[in-house]
């Protein structure tokens, strides 16, 4: 499974993105999806879960109630809208499938693949 993100870019504080991950190869499988970020010299830590069905989210305290993970199974696509943007969420962003976690997980090592990343920048 090959996972590329896109829509990052460069927002001021309060504005909004939403950044896509489409995936592509054996994606017939069933997978649960994750959302993870990366500040300079901060560890990746995790934003959003959504499990195969999309039923089920699950979100950090940090972005709770300002961010909406969805996803779209005809399209091998998932979504992370991205609202009320602040300073602190500058990162990469990285989207993550698991094999074994189908119900979503918040645990990194629970992923199998990953995208390539996508830098989200917000200004002040």
């Known amino acids: 499974v090959q996972l590329v993100e896109s829509g990052g870019g460069l927002v001021q504080a309060g504005g909004s993105l939403r950044l896509s991950c489409a995936a592509s190869?054996?994606?017939?499988?069933?997978?649960?999806m994750g959302w993870f970020r990366q500040a300079p010299e901060k560890e990746r830590e995790f934003v959003a879960t959504?499990?195969?069905?999309?039923?089920?989210?699950y979100y950090a305290d940090s972005v709770k109630g300002r961010f909406t993970v969805s996803r779209d199974n005809a399209k091998n696509t998932v979504y992370l809208q991205m609202n009320s943007l602040k300073p602190e969420d500058t990162a990469v962003y990285y989207c993550?499938?698991?094999?074994?976690?189908?119900?979503?997980?918040?645990?990194?090592?629970?992923?199998?693949?990953w995208g390539q990343g996508t830098q989200v920048t917000v200004s002040s």
């Open positions: 959504i499990n195969w069905s999309g039923s089920n989210t």
């Open positions: 190869g054996r994606t017939g499988s069933v997978y649960g």
């Open positions: 993550a499938a698991t094999k074994s976690a189908t119900y979503g997980s918040n645990w990194r090592y629970d992923y199998d693949y």
